[in-house]
């Protein structure tokens, strides 16, 4: 850790950084639990540049998105510290830090919060999707315009299938053959995977300042009252469409399994856990959404949990070169658990439609 502290050293910190532990469980970017003898905390972060190609462009927005939120919070009568991230300059007064191939940031850490990487009751559930609703309606007159792609067409399903077909073509691994199943699966369900982006591409669909990767553990929950405080993880804050926010934290958090379970019998979609975000989060932002966003809530469901199946497919056919692995196998189980959500949510259809219905 202690090339992990001189890094830190070059930050505008509180006392001198004295530990650091791993923190979170992304699989993207690495991240530190930073203390200080000052007896401050702080999250540091290593930027995966191979992923985000323009990390001072990210930087940008995380700070023009943050100001933003900021003023609103203050204006709602909040407390603007908690309520968002707060980045920490460098002693040069930038906001990353370089060192050979490493690319680093530091935020202030958010005390007395907790984060949940699979909720235990609906009504954290419910509490994520106030938090991810309410976030869509802070940025709602947010100058889209001004904001960088920090990863171009990050949701297009339609142009992540077709890297999917690139991919077993490749078959970099020679791993294509031990799935037939699972690419069987992706291409019975190609039409599909233009449903959402068509939509927009027709003007049908707005698109709106959006996070882009609504996972209930990118929400920081207040560790006393249980109360949502902030969303954080904001380096895909860019252009997109609502329903794939709301399709995310549904992918990731209706259900009582890990992403990762290697059981699939203990993998369900949980309607009720639907009904409990799509309450929220209408709660929040339903008076903003158009009826056609309304209406493909539950297309954005079983478009996000495809469409993030079908990239850890690929990048399993790949040689797994994108999001970390923890064991062999990791990304087909993931792929696994997507796909049986998916199924699941393909024979839910009609109940998740009465749902939203019902809340609109
Ligand atoms: P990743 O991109 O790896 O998912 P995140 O930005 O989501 O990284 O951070 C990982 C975890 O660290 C989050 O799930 C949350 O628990 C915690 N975290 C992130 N930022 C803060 C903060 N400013 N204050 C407190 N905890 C934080
Ligand atoms: C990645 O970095 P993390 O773990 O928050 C990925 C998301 C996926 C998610 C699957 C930049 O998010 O798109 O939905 O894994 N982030 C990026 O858990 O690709
Ligand atoms: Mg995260």
Request: hydrophobic content about 40%; aromatic content about 10%; overall charge negative.
């Amino acid at each position: 850790m202690k090339q992990v502290l001189d890094i830190a050293s070059h930050f505008r910190l509180e006392g001198r950084a004295v530990s650091a532990e791993n923190y979170g469980g992304g699989h993207i970017n690495d991240t530190f639990l930073l203390k200080t003898d000052a007896g401050e905390n702080y999250i540091l972060q290593r930027i995966n540049t191979s992923v985000f190609k323009d990390a001072e462009a990210l930087m940008d927005n995380v700070i023009k998105v943050t100001d933003f939120i900021k003023e609103k919070i203050a204006r709602e009568g909040g407390d603007p510290q908690r309520g968002t991230l707060s980045v920490v300059l460098t002693e040069d007064g930038g906001t990353l830090y370089r060192e050979g191939e490493g690319c680093w940031r530091v935020y202030t850490f958010i005390r007395g919060t907790m984060t949940l990487q699979s909720c235990e009751n609906q009504e954290q559930f419910y509490a994520s999707a106030c938090a991810f609703g309410h976030f869509q309606k802070l940025l709602a007159d947010f100058p889209a315009d001004t904001l960088y792609e920090s990863i171009p067409d990050f949701h297009n399903t339609k142009l992540r299938y077709a890297a999917f077909e690139e991919a077993v073509k490749r078959d970099a691994r020679g791993r294509a053959a031990s799935v037939a199943e699972e690419i069987a699966f992706v291409r019975s369900r190609r039409d599909f995977a233009s449903v959402l982006v068509d939509m927009q591409e027709r003007g049908e669909l707005p698109l709106r300042v959006t996070h882009n990767d609504t996972k209930l553990n990118n929400v920081l929950f207040d560790a006393e009252s249980g109360l949502p405080l902030a969303v954080v993880d904001l380096d895909t804050v860019m252009p997109g469409l609502s329903v794939n926010d709301f399709g995310d934290s549904i992918r990731f958090g209706a259900t009582y399994a890990a992403e990762d379970e290697p059981d699939l019998t203990r993998v369900r979609f949980e309607p009720d856990l639907f009904d409990c975000y799509t309450r929220g989060f209408l709660g929040e932002c339903g008076s903003l959404l158009t009826d056609n966003e309304k209406r493909m809530l539950p297309v954005g469901a079983m478009m996000m949990t495809f469409e993030c199946g079908m990239r850890f497919l690929t990048d399993y056919l790949n040689g797994d070169t994108y999001f970390k692995i923890h064991r062999e196998n990791h990304n087909l189980d993931r792929c696994r658990t997507q796909f049986k959500l998916v199924r699941d949510m393909e024979a839910a259809r009609e109940q998740m439609d009465e749902i939203v219905k019902a809340y609109c």
